[in-house]
């Protein structure tokens, strides 16, 4: 049945958050993963995350079984009484430059074998060395540290002339509804590609969304080759090891047409198989590896090249409070009717290191 725009329609808006929802998955598939979550209230939007200290460095410079100045790539897991491991030798923290990133360590601590140390060694935290009625340990405190993304504004119009509304138009029963249901599908593209491609901009009254391969910064693997469940799983090693599984999480394998067909044509008890009695063929739907069961979703808003491992739990996509995708009738115009469709939204993407992204893929 066709819906009736009247004058008393004109300029309220009118949501249609529920029919871009319904829009075919395919074109929308990261849209209609994730959904919409709660509104935002400012145009920039800040959360805060936190994470524990590191537990591990390594080592710059080889150094000798006498030598006690150790360097680090990184001074900030250690403190003055940890008890710290290279190879088989426990060594004691005794003080710490940080300027120099310069660890004075007690060699062989606990009658370890003190031994040479190599350059780029893994030096790693065990514990704190506690001293029976100690006064009460200096404490340090790890600041939460604040994210932030733009909100952006998707629009697009609806006109119809007089004499397009006067010609009957075969199959159509109302021209201007028909031509507002195809720019919801062109606005809820747009937004899909922002959120995976979006590169954070601000000009004045233009304000653009970063998306999700802008977020993934720390774990990104240049594969330059094919793809394999080696370099998926190394990667998910890169995750785990950065505490993103801790919590479980809702992790999916996102990849376009290109990387799909060549994950459907791995042969390896490692890819679950999914066929239909009345078919020929297969499709991998599930991939299976040392950290999991994961959905491989087919996305072809993904470059051709890459293929992302992201938890949706740590993904949303949150609108402007009061500006969830809405149409608004402004009526006639002369000889045309005219209407708009408008909404603002932005990606929360919470902790980075959880997630990863594989490109130069053949």
Same mark, same amino acid.
């Given at each position: 049945m066709a819906k009736i725009y009247d004058a008393s329609l004109i300029g309220k808006k009118q949501s249609v958050v529920d029919e871009i929802l319904l829009l075919n998955q395919h074109q929308t598939p990261l849209l209609n993963m994730l959904g919409f979550a709660a509104p935002v209230t400012q145009t920039t939007h800040q959360w805060f995350e936190d994470?524990?200290?590191?537990?591990? %460095?390594?080592?710059?410079?080889?150094?000798?079984? #006498?030598? !006690?100045?150790?360097?680090? *790539?990184? $001074?900030?897991?250690f403190r003055v009484g940890h008890v710290v491991k290279i190879g088989e030798e426990l060594l004691l923290v005794t003080a710490i430059t940080t300027g120099t990133k310069t660890l004075t360590v007690t060699r062989g601590y606990a009658g370890?074998? *003190?031994? *040479?140390?190599?350059?780029?060694?893994?030096?790693?935290?065990?514990? $704190?060395?506690? *001293?029976?009625? #100690?006064?009460?340990?200096?404490?340090?405190?790890?600041?939460?540290?604040?994210? #932030?993304?733009? !909100?952006?504004?998707?629009?697009? #119009?609806?006109?119809? %002339?007089?004499?397009?509304?006067? $010609?009957q138009q075969y199959g159509i029963g109302d021209l201007y509804e028909y031509e507002k249901q195809k720019k919801q599908v062109e606005l809820a593209l747009q937004l899909e590609k922002a959120l995976i491609n979006g590169v954070q901009y601000e000009n004045g009254q233009i304000r653009q969304m970063k998306g999700v391969r802008q977020f993934i910064q720390t774990n990104v693997t240049n594969v330059a080759g094919a793809i394999s469940l080696d370099a998926i799983t190394?990667?998910?090693? %890169?995750i785990y090891e950065a505490g993103g599984f801790a919590t479980g999480g809702n992790y999916k394998v996102i990849v376009g047409a290109k990387q799909k067909r060549k994950l459907s044509a791995l042969d390896t008890n490692k890819v679950q198989i999914s066929r239909s009695e009345n078919s020929r063929g297969e499709v991998v739907d599930t991939l299976v590896n040392d950290f999991g069961q994961f959905e491989i979703a087919l996305n072809n808003n993904l470059a051709a090249d890459e293929l992302l491992f992201v938890d949706a739990n740590r993904m949303a996509i949150r609108p402007l409070v009061g500006r969830e995708f809405f149409h608004k009738y402004m009526g006639e115009k002369g000889d045309y009717t005219v209407g708009m469709l408008v909404g603002e939204y932005t990606l929360e993407f919470q902790q980075e290191k959880a997630h990863g992204r594989l490109k130069g893929l053949n």
């Open positions: 994470e524990m200290y590191a537990d591990e %460095s390594t080592v710059a410079g080889a150094k000798l079984v #006498s030598d !006690t100045a150790v360097v680090v *790539a990184d $001074v900030e897991p370890t074998t *003190a031994a *040479a140390i190599a350059d780029a060694a893994k030096i790693e935290v065990q514990f $704190v060395e506690g *001293a029976e009625g #100690s006064d009460v340990r200096g404490a340090r405190y790890k600041a939460r540290v604040a994210k #932030s993304n733009k !909100t952006q504004i998707f629009d697009d #119009s609806v006109e119809i %002339s007089g004499t397009a509304q006067a $010609v190394n990667l998910g090693q %890169s």
